[in-house]
């Protein structure tokens, strides 16, 4: 199939895309979203590339999803304490 | 006979006495060259040592030698010579047994013989002790190098016996002086080398301009070569970064996005030197032998390993820790683009889309870097950004290098899907 060729260069632009989104600390969904609104890309497509390139990167993928989890929970415990904070020094005792 | 050997100790002994107050101050600083001496030749490593200067340096306190106390200070003229004498001989007596003694007591008796000119029997009785315990010093007791300058063309007059004591400083005048290069001294010597170039730098200009006594033509040149040695070695690393980076960029696609300062052109070579420049005023060369850890000090204010010693190029301006900076600094908000830039210097990869696996190693502990910088979705402009980026220039190499699936797989999995593939008309 002449597609072929287009189809493999297709792929390797949503593979590239892909990263620029991990450079940017996205996570699967946010580039689904992110592609397809600003490169016109189908999230399916985004999301199979994705999954493709996690299979084979596994470790990369692992640890990307590590840290991404870390940050959550990093951001969460910040803000869990900003609002103590805040809320203790509404009280009045 | 009589006559004659006080005199001759009267010689040598106003020399000494002379010294003797400086002694006492050399002989603490002499006990700290002497142990940096040890560096400066093997072979002089003992002779270094000038035991009398130290002993006598602790005995005028009279810690050791208890018995010394009794002649008090040197400078205070002892009216009761024959007191002194007899203590002398008493003294010595005791003393012969101990060398390091000796030679103390050699040189305080000597003293005493001096003021107590006007004895007869005692000091010759001492003096000749004296003779006799210092030429057996002698041979135990080198040669010491005079601690500063102070005590060097005094202490030369070594023909004598009695005198090698305290004038064993330096009769050859071989050691030189250990100088302590204080960043504040080094400071002014980097000054004086670039007023006058580099390679033009020329120890004597250098002693003039800096204008310190201690310092001799010798240690400047020492540590002009040290000093020049480094550079290259820096350079050499900057070369060397300023290679990687350029490799960097390509793989950042360019990484023009905001003009990021580090992304900048101008990887050439020289402009890389002045940034370097900002450290070595801050740090010195310690002691010769610390050659290896130049390196490691240098770079000492950049908080990381030594493979931040070659900081991003072309930010000369900029602080050498702009690498270190990038990380704390990309918490703003809008500024969401840095790790763009970030990125791609962690995995240094070559421009090719392959990367080996092992390469992802690194991505464990490198990719938390883009995590910290922002909690937030980057900025929609930004991914714009990027995204167009990519579309328009898709011959550009991977950011981050993954490894491409296998297009079959691909393929399949997008049939599943319900996606022949070929770039979708419809999005």
Redesign the interface.
């Given at each position: 199939m002449e597609?072929?060729s287009?189809?493999?260069?297709?792929?390797?632009?949503v593979?590239?895309?892909i990263?620029?989104?991990?450079?940017?600390?996205?996570s699967k969904e946010?580039c689904m979203e992110?592609?397809?609104k600003?490169?016109?890309?189908?999230p399916?497509?985004t999301s199979?590339?994705w999954?493709?390139?996690e299979?084979?990167?596994k470790?990369?993928f692992e640890?990307?999803t590590r840290?991404?989890a870390?940050?959550a929970s990093?951001?969460e415990t910040r803000q869990r304490i900003q609002s103590v904070v805040s809320d203790s020094s509404k009280e009045r005792i | 006979m009589l006559a004659v050997s006080p005199l001759r100790s009267n010689i040598k002994d106003e020399k000494k006495q002379g010294e003797m107050e400086g002694n006492f101050s050399m002989a603490t600083t002499t006990t700290t060259d002497d142990v940096v001496f040890g560096d400066l030749s093997e072979g002089n490593l003992l002779e270094s040592i000038n035991f009398d200067e130290l002993f006598v340096g602790i005995d005028i306190h009279g810690d050791v030698l208890p018995d010394l106390e009794m002649f008090g200070e040197f400078s205070v003229d002892v009216s009761t010579g024959e007191e002194s004498s007899e203590m002398n001989s008493s003294a010595k007596s005791s003393k012969l047994e101990n060398d390091q003694n000796v030679i103390a007591t050699t040189s305080k008796k000597e003293e005493e013989e001096d003021k107590t000119s006007c004895n007869a029997s005692g000091q010759d009785l001492g003096s000749n002790r004296g003779e006799e315990i210092v030429s057996e010093r002698d041979e135990s007791v080198v040669v010491n190098p005079a601690p500063k300058d102070g005590g060097k063309g005094r202490k030369s007059s070594s023909a004598q016996s009695k005198n090698n004591s305290s004038s064993n400083n330096n009769p050859q005048g071989k050691r030189k002086v250990k100088v302590d290069w204080t960043p504040e001294l080094h400071r002014r010597f980097v000054q004086a080398v670039e007023q006058l170039g580099v390679d033009k730098a020329v120890p004597s200009r250098i002693l003039e301009i800096m204008g310190i006594d201690c310092l001799t033509r010798h240690n400047i040149a020492s540590h002009l070569q040290k000093y020049r040695s480094h550079r290259k070695h820096l350079l050499a690393r900057e070369a060397e970064a300023a290679s990687w980076s350029q490799r960097r960029q390509l793989c950042a696609g360019g990484g023009k996005r905001e003009g990021s300062p580090w992304l900048a052109p101008t990887m050439g070579f020289p402009p890389m030197t002045p940034p370097m420049h900002h450290f070595r005023p801050l740090h010195v060369w310690g002691h010769p032998s610390m050659d290896q850890s130049f390196m490691h000090m240098w770079p000492k204010h950049l908080p990381n390993s030594p493979p931040l010693s070659w900081p991003p190029p072309a930010a000369p301006p900029q602080e050498p820790s702009f690498w270190h900076q990038l990380v704390p600094n990309a918490l703003i908000p809008g500024t969401a683009c840095f790790p763009q830039l970030l990125t791609p210097t962690r995995f240094g990869s070559p421009p090719v889309p392959g990367i080996p696996p092992h390469a992802m190693y690194k991505a464990d502990h490198d990719i938390g870097l883009p995590g910290p910088l922002f909690d937030f979705y980057p900025s929609k402009e930004c991914i714009d950004a990027a995204i167009g980026d990519v579309l328009s220039k898709p011959w550009l190499p991977l950011p981050i290098g993954l490894k491409a699936p296998a297009l079959d797989s691909v393929m399949s999995e997008l049939q599943r899907q319900g996606i022949p593939n070929i770039p979708p008309s419809s999005a």
């Open positions: 597609d072929s287009s189809s493999a260069a297709y792929i390797r632009l593979h590239r895309l990263e620029e989104c991990i450079l940017f600390n996205m946010e992110a592609l397809s600003h490169a016109n890309i189908k399916v497509i199979t590339v999954k493709e390139l299979k084979e990167n470790e990369f640890a990307y840290s991404r870390e940050r990093e951001r | -």
